[in-house]
């Protein structure tokens, strides 16, 4: 068995392909005969969690954030239905401000976001013979932030390329 490294684009354009699979493959349950509260729970539990399996991993750039949020706004698109104008009486995709507002959940972004920290909490408790090494946050050809400590000595969510794929990681970098 071979491992095959992706880079993070790849490796959310892939996602976001099963995604749209699981998608069209539960559309049927997005239909009217399902309450918008049912359809918002099979889209938690069975999308979201298609998409976003790894993400932890992940850093997203903003071409990937809208990526994502596009296929997020598909996803509830459906799920919500259009709207009546109420000035021309007309049938309207909704905004994605309503959208924003129907749906009281994070977005898939904050999602990935509140996922890494939870990874990153998992990584700084690890024992000494488990820990991540070698790692840096920031554009590592301008040296931003290197070597600049997060909370007590860490330099959290740092990453470093290794085989031509961005890894993410923990170093502790000492009290000073």
Known sequence: MSLQLYSIPEEIKGRLRLGNACYHSV???????????LKIKVYRT????????????????LREGRKL??????????????????????????HNGELNDLYSSPNIVRLI?????????????????????????G????????????VDGWIILGWTPVGGMWVYGLDWAGPG
């Open 139 to 150: 554009n590592r050809r301008e040296g931003d932030h290197w070597g600049q400590l997060g």
């Open 113 to 137: 976001k509140s996922r890494r920290m939870r990874w990153v909490g998992h990584v700084a408790r690890m024992g000494e013979e488990r820990r991540c090494i070698g790692c840096w946050w």
């Open 69 to 94: 949020r596009v296929f997020e706004n598909m996803v509830l698109r459906r799920i919500f239905g259009p709207r009546k104008d109420e000035i021309t009486g007309e049938w309207r995709r909704l």
């Open 27 to 37: 559309q049927n349950l997005l239909s009217w005969l399902l309450s918008k509260n």
């Open 46 to 61: 069975i999308i979201v969690s298609v998409v976003l399996y790894g993400c932890e991993t992940w850093s997203l750039k």
